[in-house]
């Protein structure tokens, strides 16, 4: 059974990460670092998570016979960690941005100078319904931030179609999202009854789903798609995606609302046949046929995507709807881990 | 003192429109009707509102004496007595949506058929920034409906400038919008913890909007700038918008996140400028430097607008922030009712 | 494996039971009945829950082959289908309150007629912590109404020392407790932001707990215990439980707070050791050292438990949280379900 | 028109009473003095609060000209600034704990050191209704905690008629009654969903309702009264409350439910009369009909009683609802205010 170590146990995508692999029935936790709480049971510091484990604070040194770790540092504090484990030959899931992008420069424009450059080679995106065959070797699998999931899966269908030709993002999420910051964000006489966006054009999530959307696209589809409409300040080729996010009354949920101007006419018969053919098999995508609530995914691994032709204005709408904690962050990492030690994909998630 | 009287009391927007007459103080509210919970005080119906008028059955010939009514039936419904209470020279404003469309056709394309199409010349559009002068001497006042106030008072200085080729209008309100409705969408255990997008393609707020930014533009302004981009499904020059509610779970709340595609570039100097000029001087639009939460305006009349350019995309992101039984429905009603009698416009709304 | 039938799964408790029993690794569920949403799958209905079985309408003569039912009618509606499941050997947990009080009398005073009351002598009081070894055997097994669940476990190891004079029972839930009903008590506009007491003097699970108190008590403390102070009203020797039930808004969760002037001076340790003593084995019941959240046990079949002496007052104050639906309905009948077929108790709830 | 000053606006209460003084009628706010967010507007820090006025440090030397003070800091940091208050000659309506209890030797058990005793004989408590006469001429009134506010109210026309044998205080109140602390009691994700006894048998509100409930009963009655049952712990003729506060999820609200062992046996009548008695002719007290929701009082300075003698057990329940910002708190001390400065006792209230 693989050995199993968490780095970062004490946010809330931390706590539950940790309190997955410790139900796990195939992964062995064995050991639980933070950089507070230490010596308190992780019980006690997440009452709603039953974890004995104590929280330790992390001696690199002690880290033998650990063949996977989690980690769940900020961006820029994960990327030493990630390689002194990669040393220690430790495959890792990386909760932080630091190896999300593949573009150095991009990273550098948005998080300021990498850590570790030299890892990024290493590691992959770790969407696991795009990218599950380079995750099942990766050594590096850089977990991807709430919102790329849930957009992600709601546009990949057409990014792969080629039929983006711009597109606005509008996210909202529960105050989990937050994480566990104390402030007036998060206390519930200023979040509760409160609708709030944030980081107006600001988003650190943009870059991620844009390069994801390249990809899919591939450049050439890409350039042509950019060329008709859209991404006026991008250069030839770029798409430029419109991300917003909103903090919500809720504690854990998230919902991607996509609207998409597409480079051509699309029927809802072969829009329904793009996502039918993307997402039939795929364990933890329910395709729905009305909009879905968050509330339907809550504390699940699964993202429920439903899209529709709006025949007024000829965009297509995408909706993405993901536990922020759970498929967005947490167990999308325990996903990712089953995939590169060779286990069901399913198992310790349902 | 003009003497009011109010027609469908039982709803939440009816039971607030009538709170806030009862405590006007220059109006006498003289009649409360409904057509369920006859004979009980309103007080007890919702004890929140403390207003002890009963609950009267409608009935057109003992209403003598009436300046004034606010009516709040469903569409279809209202037309008929805002006709009866017209013979009566009472001056209305109505709640529902049968005359904020100046376009018969559109009308019927959204709703069915109209009751009284003869009665639509009477109407003037109840949004008050936009139409002031034509409200103070209207004898019929169409209260706009929630998502057009925010999304209207977000966009009425882009619009006016001529500057949207495209837009994305997504907007998030509270359960209260869902009305006095009794099933899975209200009930807290389904509603509570949830984001629920509706009506996908398919919100007759759509057409209103449409409707007003299209007068905003100005026919010569609107072609040129739909020639561009976006409303590919449109006749030329027209504007398509793309409109989507969710509800989220708070009570009272709405906020219209507006993402606009330009028809040339706009730095942000330029942005502030035209949204300065438009509300400088407007009592009940706060012009704000962050993000606004709808808590900021919870049980006032006030709309919260701040814009921003992306210079990432080049979109310009304008939000409106309302209480959607507020500005959003009944206190926006009391401020039209003020112009129509000549009283200050902020009477009894603060 | 033993098959199960679920009759009536169309409420809050009954479709979490049916979920709890599809995905149980040790029974087969193979019938869903319901009186309405017929020939719709369950989590359709309850998109949260993944059950795919339709819910069929009861047809009594196709239900061979079934040894454990779980039935969720109202009270008066579930005697009779008990009887005709008993008269097929079925083993049934039922969720009302038609076999959860051993006194006819009682029944008939607080609930009206009882439709099978020559089913009471094969029927077990199903909270588990006080039953176990009869429930094991058990031909019906009446599982508690929520309230007595906390109520119980957190009075439990007072009573049996006969340390009870007088009892007040505070109880909160959130607002799944007032089940699938759609009205202003479940609208989110009504009772999101409130407290609401209800059946003021009137809850139908006094006498439930106090039938149980006064067993546990044994009928000679019991006189003794009462004789000294508090149940005036009621004959000698019997306890009188002032219990008080509150909506607050949150979907799922009950805390029962109990406040217990007890028959002599008892002191932090001697009731710290009763309640060590009482549940230091016991699976489900944890005892904790500072006041619990219902937070803390959403979701699971836990039973928190706080018990406090204070200096100040003399009296004792316990506290007992569960999640209404789980430990408080659905998750107990599993247990219960559990111990009747011989599995492990703990078998398909963690 | 008196000049008020305001000490301490920067937490929930004293930014709301700020907000009120603000907008009354006849009081001009003159200053508003904070030790956090220095120089910020009250309506950056708080922007549902139309307050344009700046928060500035406390001098005061240049509190001249002031008549009117409120002063909303911790206990013990407040004695010392009311003291210097009452050197210029000002009036002062004190939020904190400092001046609520007449007896030095209770205050100094539950608070320690008292840094004015000296000034003890100048306050009168500030329960509006309890002690309207003495407000009037008072130089320092000590404003109740809010959840005495809830409970005296709700318990007064039994104390007074010395029918209180015993009582047991269970007392619910939204997260702003922890005020603007931030941490993981008030975080959206850990106190939504939730409910949350605490401080138990240790909440300094207790003495305060004891010492005005004995106040009330009279010593001869009080004597009489817990001779017969319940009060083990006191002294003989003492009595000792039983109060338990807990959190639930919601922003504004807070419910005393107080259940009453009676000195003799009182029926409905008897009791319904000592009620209308006691509160038909207050301004702010609703006595109603059906237990109360708090949502039915909030942003008022109402607060609604219920109460209700149950036959089975013989105790009374009496219920309190208020809104633990404003009659609890904020609204209170303006009503207090008025009363001090001869004002009608609703000015600026409704």
């Known amino acids: 059974m693989p050995r199993a170590g968490f780095f ?56 033998q016979g650990i063949d996977a770790a989690v980690v769940a540092y900020p961006h820029a504090a994960a990327a030493p960690t990630v390689g002194a484990l990669r040393e220690r030959d430790v495959r890792v899931v990386d909760l932080s941005a630091d190896f999300r992008l593949r573009s150095l420069e991009t990273y550098e424009r948005w998080y300021g100078e990498h850590p570790r450059p030299d890892l990024l080679g290493e590691a992959v995106y770790g969407l696991t319904e795009l990218h599950r065959q380079e995750i099942a070797t990766a050594a590096i699998v850089a977990n991807p931030g709430c919102y790329p999931t849930a957009s992600l899966l709601a546009l990949a269908p057409l990014a792969r179609a080629g039929l983006i030709a711009d597109v606005v993002i509008d996210a909202k999420q529960g105050i989990s999202g937050a994480g566990r910051v104390f ?70 949920g998230e919902m991607a609302s996509c609207y998409v101007t597409t480079t051509r006419s699309v029927a809802a018969a072969e829009l329904r046949e793009l996502y039918v053919d993307a997402y039939a098999e795929e364990p933890f995508v329910e395709l729905v046929g009305e909009p879905p609530g968050v509330l339907e995914v809550r504390e699940t691994n699964y993202c429920r ?46």
Chains 1, 2, 3, 4 share one sequence.
Do not use: C
């Open 183 to 252: 402030d007036e964000t998060t206390h519930l006489s200023t979040a509760g009854e409160n609708i709030v966006p944030y980081k107006v054009a600001a988003h650190r999530h943009t870059p991620e789903i844009e390069e994801q959307l390249a990809l899919l696209m591939g450049s050439a589809t890409a350039t042509a798609a950019a060329a008709g409409a859209g991404a006026r300040a991008g250069a030839p080729g770029e798409l430029r995606v419109q991300f917003q996010a909103h903090l919500v009354p809720l504690d854990q």
């Open 305 to 350: 995507v439903f899209a529709a032709a709006d025949e007024h204005t000829g965009k297509v709408i995408a909706f993405g709807a993901i536990d922020n904690l759970w498929k967005g962050t947490s167990s999308q990492a325990v996903q990712n881990l089953n995939l590169m030690f060779g286990l069901p994909e399913t198992e310790g998630l349902q």
């Open 8 to 63: 970062g146990a004490t946010g809330f995508a931390g706590a539950l990460a940790a309190h997955l692999l410790w139900r796990h029935p195939d992964f062995e936790l064995v050991a639980v670092t933070g950089r507070s709480e230490l010596g308190r049971p992780l019980q006690e510091v997440y009452p709603r998570y039953r974890v004995p484990m104590s929280i330790e604070p992390l001696e690199l040194e002690r880290l």
